[in-house]
């Protein structure tokens, strides 16, 4: 990255303070300003963290910003990133990156077409864990995967956010918000995928919020499927079930995913987080454990040093993309590929059919130390 870019948010929630307390990891970023619907939300946002709080509009005709992160709600990724790409600024969305795969087509196009640089989270697979994971697979220490398993389990929003009505939406459930993790790693660590099948219900028709806020003791309807079992079959031949739900109050289900490969088989830490224990066995042996700490990206930095986030390294990643001329390895195709992914899984179970994906992409590149310190390195 051979300069500083100058960075805007749009979306002064939750998910703003990380990206903020972030950004100084990544010299090559630096976050100036934050605009959000609420001019009260983004000026306590911008003084927390000494930045300008501007008017969604301000920030987009600002000629000193030159890329945007869009952390508005799901319905809206589109439109904001259409109207960031379209003030001629580098854009970079919270998950999911759109709803439709339509409107994914449309942002990739309108990019390639100004040539500027799109991508989305997550950018959690760059992580450790993710990293070391993929080396080892390249590297066939399991030798060629044939299945795999993946369950995203919990009792869902209500307990702990304090407007979770969003969630239980269209866009929202355990797909379209969780699944981005999940399918980005395995589109990292397998490569793209062909077909998915399906089958979705709701476990309820409405939600107790239970967390402090407004809602509290309120109930909150359910529009979405909260309980989905896919089948994923990948280009390479790999088959995954992933099982999503938010109606589950407890499981036994230690590893999130779980590869299985023609030598050995593989338990990946949660792509959740940056980091994490990943642990192969050689064919029926024992497991070995590798520990990702020491692999960029992978130490626990975060929530007194519990886990490892890095939150901002797919934008800087993309800011590097730009400068050097590449595709970010958190780009718009992969992440409209996930998106095509998570919207064919329900359609799937609302059909009752096998769909095939009407989009592809590559393995995004692997990150090396290397990147790394290039990422990292002063100014």
């Known amino acids: 990255m051979s300069k500083v870019h100058q960075i805007g948010l749009i979306g002064a929630g939750n998910i703003s303070e990380a990206y903020l307390k972030l950004a100084p990891l990544f010299p090559g970023t630096k976050i100036v300003a934050v605009a959000d619907l609420s001019a009260e939300a983004a000026k306590a946002r911008a003084g927390q963290f000494g930045v300008r ?12 910003i030159d890329t945007v992160i869009n952390l508005t709600i799901p319905a809206a990724h589109y439109e904001v990133s259409n109207a960031i790409l379209s003030a001629g600024k580098h854009a970079y969305s919270e998950k999911p990156f759109a709803l439709s ?7 990739v196009a309108l990019a390639d077409a100004k040539g500027l640089k799109l991508g989305s989270a997550p950018d959690t697979f760059l992580g450790g864990a993710g990293q070391t994971a993929r080396k080892m697979l390249d590297d066939g220490k399991i030798g060629k995967v044939i299945a795999g398993t993946m369950h995203v389990l919990s009792r869902g929003m209500e307990m702990w956010h304090p407007n979770p009505g969003f969630f239980f939406q269209p866009g929202g459930g355990p797909i379209l918000d969780l699944g981005p993790y999940y399918i980005a790693a395995l589109v990292n660590l397998l490569g793209p995928i062909r077909t998915v099948t399906a089958v979705a219900t709701k476990g309820f028709e409405d939600r107790l919020v239970t967390a402090e806020g407004p ?8 529009g979405t499927p909260t309980t989905i079992n896919a089948i994923l079959h990948f280009v390479s031949g790999a ?31 949660d792509p959740n987080f940056f980091g994490g224990t990943l642990r192969y ?21 975060w929530q007194d040093g519990k886990h490892a986030n890095y939150r901002m390294l797919g934008v800087a990643d993309l800011l590097d993309a730009a400068d050097h001329g590449r595709e970010p390895r958190c780009s718009g195709r992969v992440a409209l590929h996930a998106l095509d992914a998570m919207v064919s899984i329900l359609d799937a179970a609302a059909q009752e059919k096998v769909i095939t994906l009407s989009t592809t992409t590559d393995r995004p590149a692997p990150l090396t130390q290397a990147d790394a310190d290039r990422l990292t390195a002063a100014r």
């Open 281 to 301: 066995s050689e064919k029926n042996g024992d497991y070995i454990e590798v520990d990702t700490s020491g692999a960029p990206f992978g130490k626990s930095n």
């Open 53 to 64: 709080a501007l008017t969604v509009d301000e920030l987009l005709k600002d000629s000193e």
């Open 215 to 222: 809602l509290k003791g309120k109930t909150v309807p359910v």
């Open 239 to 269: 088959q995954v079930t992933l099982t999503a739900s938010w109606d589950v109050w407890k499981h036994g289900h230690v590893n999130p995913i779980e590869l299985y490969g023609s030598e050995g088989t593989m338990l990946v830490p």
């Open 101 to 107: 795969v339509e409107d994914g087509k449309k942002l």
